[in-house]
């Protein structure tokens, strides 16, 4: 079946027989996954099963051997905040509106009630190093969420945080997720936090990588981690992995 690349849906993800090779190496196989508007799915798998690739796929940064993408625009928050060290905290965050063609001022102020909303209000004149680990990785969650993009597919968003840090920012990333609801596909190796997020965890498969399992989380929000309904989830999860 010969790759058609990214096409444009009317809400949500739609991969249909993804396959991507890298010379002998190939990443994905067969791969099948659909994403509604909305929704949040979390994928988890083994280390190199193509988790990665499976997002820069959905945000057109790669296009599949074979297969289809249909997707809604989307955009991509590395596990790295790649945020830029000669700009202030409210410059990093509106970049996205300057690439998309506002000026300063008027990127600025898209993005101060941002700052406002999802308790940053102080910190846009700070400098990165003036900035706590998960303050950083909200002001690069506000950069994505500037983009306007509906897809926000998001790997490993807290790998690089301590338990604690990343523990509040699970928390403030469900908030503000319903406070801006968007279409999410977040990739994490955590499955606790997977169950906390999402709607749904698709378990990925050893390279090359396939959908092999999916859980319903089917819980209210908020929850947390020791809740005996999402243990007994994640637990159904960890056997899909193994």
């Known amino acids: 079946m010969p790759a058609e690349g990214a096409m444009h849906v009317d809400g949500g993800v739609q991969l249909t027989r993804i396959h991507r090779a890298f010379g002998p190496v190939t990443a994905l196989a067969d791969l099948s996954l659909s994403v509604a508007p909305r929704e949040v799915v979390a994928v988890v798998g083994p280390s190199g099963c193509g988790k990665s690739t499976l997002l820069e796929i959905v945000c057109g940064l790669q296009q599949p051997d074979a297969g289809t993408c249909a997707t809604e625009p989307a955009v991509l928050m590395p596990q790295r905040d790649s945020l830029l060290p000669w700009l202030n905290a409210i410059d990093n965050a509106a970049l996205a509106r300057r690439v998309a063609g506002d000026n300063r001022e008027t990127a600025r102020a898209k993005a101060r009630p941002l700052f406002e909303h999802f308790g940053l209000e102080g910190f846009e004149g700070s400098r990165l190093h003036e900035l ?14 500037l983009s ?22 699970q928390a403030w990333l469900s908030g503000a997720l319903a406070e801006e609801p968007r279409t999410v596909l977040l990739v994490t190796h955590d499955v606790e936090e997977a169950c906390v997020l999402a709607d749904r965890v698709c378990v990925m498969s050893p390279r090359p990588g396939r959908i092999v399992a999916e859980v319903e989380v089917w819980l209210d929000r908020p929850r947390t981690a020791t809740d005996a309904e999402l243990v007994a989830l994640r637990q159904r999860a960890l056997e899909a992995l193994r």
């Open 132 to 145: 706590s680990g998960g303050m950083r990785q909200r002001v690069a969650f506000l950069r994505t969420l």
């Open 148 to 169: 306007g993009k509906p897809v926000l597919c998001l790997d490993e968003p807290f790998g690089a945080l301590d338990a604690i840090t990343r523990s509040e920012m």
